[in-house]
């Protein structure tokens, strides 16, 4: 599903990260990492935000560099704690993102209601608690028809109710052929969400984890 090659990603030459093979398999996959390991600059780095050295490749033929759109189009990205201009509502974030992610009829409306914030979407998100933005940011990450979908602890500061609803529709989403990339430093029950892989950015590097028998 996503295939890296002679990864490297450095700040003022200072090597964060370097990885010279990792294959990703379709599925759901958790990546850990203390603080500071790396998990951000993975994450935006593979959804086409941040410049790198190596090649990313999805689905054996999505090269990032070679067909940049084909590739951010399939590629959707749900950050940890997103960070949008303050005086822009959810509703036109959301109207935005959906035009440049080519969103099928309904489906909006379907996930607005889905993690219910039709109440305050018209407000500006300078206006909304933590809670509020991280819901606003999880509608933007399935908003589309991507392949994969990279969420950056997609459960902190949701209510218990909330956390069931993306759990549910991860789940929901694989069965439709959706690949995950997730991170959380949460444990998260493996038979409500079964995990093909785990893998551990630790000494600058990216390795899979033996899974458990
Ligand atoms: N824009 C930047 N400029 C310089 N250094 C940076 C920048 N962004 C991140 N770093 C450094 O890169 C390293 C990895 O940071 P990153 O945010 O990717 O870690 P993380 O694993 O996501 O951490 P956390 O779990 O705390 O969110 C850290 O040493 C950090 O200081």
């Known amino acids: ?15 964060v990260l370097a ?34 050295e190596g090649t990313l490749v999805l689905d ?17 990205y749900g950050e940890a704690e997103p960070l949008y201009p303050q005086f822009l509502s959810a509703w036109e974030l959301i109207r935005w993102v959906a035009a440049t992610k080519q969103s099928p009829n309904q489906q909006v409306d379907e996930l607005i209601d889905l993690f219910g914030i039709r109440d305050f979407m018209k407000t500006p998100v300078g206006t909304y608690s933590s809670g509020m933005l991280k819901k606003t940011s999880l509608v933007l990450a399935f908003l589309g028809k991507p392949h994969l979908i990279l969420l ?25 052929g959706v690949s995950f990339l997730l991170s ?24 899979l984890l033996p899974q458990p028998a």
Request: net charge positive; charged share 25%.
């Open 60 to 76: 054996n033929k999505y090269d990032i560099r070679q067909q940049p759109v084909e590739y951010r189009l399939r590629v959707n």
């Open 1 to 15: 599903m996503l295939s890296i090659r002679n990864f490297q990603k450095s700040y003022h030459n200072r090597l």
């Open 19 to 52: 990885i010279p093979q990792a294959d990703f398999s379709p599925g759901i996959h958790w990546l850990k990492g203390r603080n500071g390991s790396g998990k951000t600059t993975f994450f935006r780095s593979v959804a086409g935000l941040l410049p790198f």
């Open 184 to 207: 959380t430093h949460q444990d998260v029950d493996p038979t409500e969400l079964p995990v093909d892989s785990t893998w551990i950015i630790q000494n600058q590097t990216l390795e």
């Open 152 to 176: 950056d602890e997609p459960l902190i500061t949701l209510d218990h109710a909330t956390t069931r609803v993306v759990i549910e529709r991860i789940r929901q989403q694989r069965q439709q």
